[in-house]
């Protein structure tokens, strides 16, 4: 590697950066005092973003968003994955807002709740009947319980290698951040490693007779899934265990009709979640009629109360939803996030081939879907690193945790993303070469996930 003239840098967020972000600054301490960690959802909190840049949105548009003291940047990763449409989408908005001027809430159904499912069920072929809710935890969760009831037993399998399935005890008590949950309800989840179908195997010895549940997503990569999934099948039918796939990721990004179509493995139950109504609250269980059914009205078994939430069913998010599935189905909106997403993969990798960073700076994932890998100069992951990434890109007018793609990310977008790329992976090398803390304003990054701030 060439050794690149170094500027010299400040350590501390300069005054300019601080003016730069002034409101935010403001926003944020006030935050702090009235909401528990600054946000509702953890994964957009403080700790996630460089300290430099406290970004605080004030409204988006496509795939731009503008923060609260008038910068704009091209987002990826919009609403964690959910919104896939673009920001604002016009068609999906008009729908949403006509829906509200009906009303929102009634006593009875409304009539968008039969609407919705039979789209929903007309894409996802596996499913015979689907029951909506609000965040995918809620589907997630009612999952485990169904097949909990439909077995008669207690312990449920999940993926070690699948960061978030639920933000409900079953789940979080296997991380580190498990506080507040008994080791009764963290004793009855069990874990096994993705792609190794004999581990599943010796987990089912392990516990015999007593998983109710496999849970996993059907992939994460750009990988062939199919063998494994069938495999993984197959050894649940064996162990009268039921087959839980959390599409709540691949659903609209891999396939329009699943990851389950696209493998063509079709599991017990399924979750739908994020771009299901591009950013608005709609997820969704979907599965097999004998397994759904006894959450209704209609079954000789003890019932299982399934889902039931006073906002379960608002008209403007489920028209939002049916409007979203429409969308994708005339638009082919799944083959613009491949080709947007190779776009930006390719643009990137020749950045790193002409700085020659291909053991610190890595992109993986499938084109849909990508994330970004940082090392340190010995090649160990890197949260210091990451954060200096993003400090640089946010300085080009770039908000990328992610390189995930939505439709609204023309080449223009894209084109500029990689020109910012350039040039964070130009001070990304310098500070490999010369030392991290003569470029990083402020403390790294921290994972989600750990016991203490
Ligand atoms: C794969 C997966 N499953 C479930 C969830 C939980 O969804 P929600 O945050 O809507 O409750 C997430 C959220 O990030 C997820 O990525």
Redesign the pocket.
Known sequence: MTTLAAPARSVAPSATKTARYARSFAHQQRAHRVIPGGAH?Y?KGDDQMPEAAPLVIARGQGCRVWDLDGHAYIEYGMG???VTLGHAEPRVTAVAVQAMQGGTNFTRPAAIELEAAERFLGLIEGADMVKFC???????TAAVKLARAATGRAKVAVCAH??????DDW?IGTTPTDAGIPDAIKDLTVRFPYGDAVALEVLFALHPGEIAAVVL?PVRGAEDAGPYLRDVQRRCREHGAVLVF?????GFRWDLRGAQHLYGVTPDLS?F??ALANGF?V?ALAGRRDLMERGGLRTEQERVFLLSATHGAETHALAAAVETMRIYETEDVVETLHRQGARLREGVEQQIDALGLHEQFVVVGRDCNLVFATRDAEGQASQAFRTLFLQELLLHGILAPSFVVSAAHDNEAIDQTVEAVGKALVVYRRALESGIERFLHGRPVKPVFRKHC
């Open positions: 959802t994964a964690l994955r959910a609000k965040d995918g935890s809620n589907a997630t699948h960061p978030f399935l639920s933000q789940f997503e959390d599409e709540m990721i691949t979750t979640g994020k609250s997820s």
